[in-house]
């Protein structure tokens, strides 16, 4: 596997672990303020959340580099990481565009 092909298959993964951990931070956030019943969700999907949050700006900032991505992709996938959810849409049209390189072609 090359180095493209890796920095699209993380890209991709974190794009999409990022998106499904605000769902977890959303989820203890409402269950903290709404019911006001218990702060473990925060607690545990912060963290979770702040970790893959550094990951995904990292691969962003190393696909930008791979792929020669312009100045405006390259920043609008770096701004996708504020909404929530908005990697994981970023990721599919990126990859549509053709923004994350070849797809693999499995041979069987």
Same mark, same amino acid.
């Given at each position: ?53 550094? /990951?995904?700006? =990292?691969?962003?900032?190393? %696909?930008? #580099? ?5 100045? &405006?992709?390259? @920043? ?9 959810? /908005?990697?994981? =849409?970023?990721?599919?049209? %990126?990859? #549509? ?5 070849? &797809?693999?072609? @499995?041979?069987?």
């Amino acid at each position: 596997m090359n180095e493209p092909s890796r920095v699209r298959t993380w890209f991709r993964v974190i794009a999409f672990a990022e998106a499904c951990s605000w769902l977890g931070l959303l989820i203890g956030m409402y269950v903290k303020y709404v019911p006001e019943t218990t702060e473990v969700g925060v607690k545990i999907f912060g963290p979770i959340h702040g970790g893959i949050f550094l /990951a995904y700006v =990292l691969i962003t900032l190393t %696909a930008w #580099r791979v792929f020669g991505w312009s100045f &405006r992709v390259g @920043a609008l996938a770096l701004v996708a990481s504020i909404p929530p959810f /908005a990697t994981a =849409l970023f990721e599919v049209l %990126a990859d #549509r565009a053709g923004l994350l390189g070849e &797809r693999e072609n @499995a041979t069987t």
